[in-house]
């Protein structure tokens, strides 16, 4: 969901949030921030309201030690949501999910490049051309961070613990200490200016090998 030009204190959009969710949105300072708190829960809600899912609306929901929200109670349903710039994506599953979404606007300095990318994944880096680095590294960052989002930890979990291969024809997690399969799949988003992932518990290998976003 793309938030700008969009007022959900219209009536069209009040069922889809919670009283919480205004409180929380009161405490932001920006016009944008207030957009995309409220986006990503109208977004939920209405996602679940178009699969079908059996929640009650709004749909209520707590968040675990390292602040990844869960539907409460647990409904055989698993969520998770990200916003940049002036989007906002949500993912559903019927398995643990983390998705993210960067705005690839602002060329990332050799010091965060540095920091994000291991030595294994610094080899692919390096050999693309100049003009493509840039992507490449949001692709990096997105699938790292969805898949932190999955594991439920965030960035409690260290980016050494494992490395991305984006040499395929999508991305594959490698953990040095392995807990468990994780599938991550690019997102194909219609602007072109973002990079987003989803990463799902669990071999899939049955997805696409990029996975289209709906926009609500």
Not at 74 to 96: E, I, K
Not at 174 to 188: F, H, I, N, P, W
């Amino acid at each position: 969901m793309d938030v700008e030009g969009k007022d959900f204190t219209a009536k069209e959009w009040s069922h889809y949030y919670s009283k919480e969710r205004i409180k929380k949105e009161m405490k932001l300072r920006g016009a944008c921030e207030k957009k995309l708190c409220l986006g990503a829960e109208v977004l939920l809600n209405r996602g679940l309201e178009a699969i079908g899912a059996h929640v009650s609306l709004p749909a209520a929901y707590k968040r675990n030690a390292h602040g990844k929200p869960y539907l409460y109670p647990p409904q055989g349903l698993f969520m998770n949501w990200s916003h940049s710039g002036t989007c906002v994506v949500c993912a559903l599953s019927d398995a643990d999910v983390g998705v993210d979404l960067q705005h690839t606007g602002k060329v990332p300095k050799e010091a965060l490049v540095q920091k994000v990318l291991r030595p294994e994944e610094r080899i692919f880096y390096d050999r693309v051309l100049t003009e493509q680095k840039q992507r490449l590294f949001y692709q990096y960052w997105t699938v790292k961070e969805s898949f932190l989002k999955a594991l439920g930890t965030g960035f409690h979990t260290s980016l050494d613990t494992f490395y991305v291969q984006m040499e395929e024809a999508y991305p594959r997690i490698v953990q040095k200490d392995a807990k468990g399969a994780y599938t991550c799949r690019l997102l194909e988003f219609p602007d072109a200016e973002y990079a987003a992932a989803v990463c799902i518990e669990g071999a899939h290998e049955e997805l696409p090998e990029k996975i289209p976003v709906e926009f609500l």
